[in-house]
């Protein structure tokens, strides 16, 4: 049982924006940053962006994050078909003294 | 092109023992914090275990310490994970990552009698 809680599902149809969140604690997305994951079903996970750092390139600008106090958030602007996919939050637990992954968030385009 | 090749999986017995491969190619591997994350059938990603660039620092989730040992040859390029007293629970797809930005394909574990 991960200790970084999503929501199981979220949904939009093209061009709408999606936001999908990440319930942490003061051990974990309270005091470090947070990462974000693309993960097309039967593939490898993708790096999307890290939390107020500057999204790698490739990675369309439809997508961004923030965090406040023990959450974080991804949202997607601009829904696109491709964006079907799992996403997966994660960042450090110092109470673990290990990384964490969120529950995963599966997104459907409608 | 950087890359990342995971090899070294296979069908092994409960209480049987693995050792993963990971062959990483076109940046600087000996700077890289690496670790490794599976997932099984069906399942979200789970964090398995950690290594600094110098192979100094190891860290292990809890489900998995005292039997997976990771570690690296920055002289080949390669990061490895022992898997010892392999039990049903660990088959997955085991990926290895730099953090966080390069992932390989994967190999898969299955644990079966």
């Known amino acids: 049982q991960s200790v970084l809680t999503q929501p199981p599902s979220a949904s939009g149809t093209p061009g709408q924006r999606v936001i999908i969140s990440c319930s942490g604690s003061?051990?974990?997305?309270?005091?470090?940053?947070v990462h974000w994951f693309q993960q097309v079903p039967g593939t490898a996970p993708k790096f999307l962006l890290t939390?107020?750092?500057q999204r790698p390139s490739g990675v369309p600008d439809r997508f961004s994050g923030s965090r406040s106090g023990t959450s974080a958030s991804l949202a997607i602007s601009g829904l696109q078909s491709e964006d079907e996919a799992d996403y997966y939050c994660?960042?450090?637990?110092?109470?673990?003294?290990?990384?964490?992954f969120g529950t995963g968030t599966k997104v459907t385009v409608l | 092109e950087v890359q990342l090749v995971e090899s070294g999986g296979g069908l092994v017995q409960p209480g049987g023992s693995l050792r993963l491969s990971c062959a990483a190619s076109?940046?600087?591997?000996?700077?890289?914090?690496m670790s490794w994350v599976r997932q099984a059938p069906g399942k979200g990603l789970e964090w398995v275990s950690s290594?600094?660039?110098?192979?100094?620092?190891?860290f292990y989730a809890d489900s998995v310490r005292g039997r997976f040992t990771i570690s690296r040859d920055n002289s080949k390029n390669r990061l490895y994970l022992q898997l010892n007293s392999l039990r049903a629970e660990d088959a997955a797809v085991y990926y290895c990552?730099?953090?966080?930005?390069?992932w390989g394909k994967g190999t898969t574990v299955t644990v079966s009698s």
């Open positions: 076109g940046f600087t591997f000996s700077s890289s914090d």
């Open positions: 990552a730099r953090h966080w930005d390069v």
């Open positions: 939390t107020n750092y």
């Open positions: 994660a960042t450090w637990d110092d109470s673990l003294n290990g990384h964490v």
């Open positions: 003061s051990s974990n997305i309270g005091r470090r940053t």
């Open positions: 290594i600094s660039d110098s192979g100094i620092s190891r």
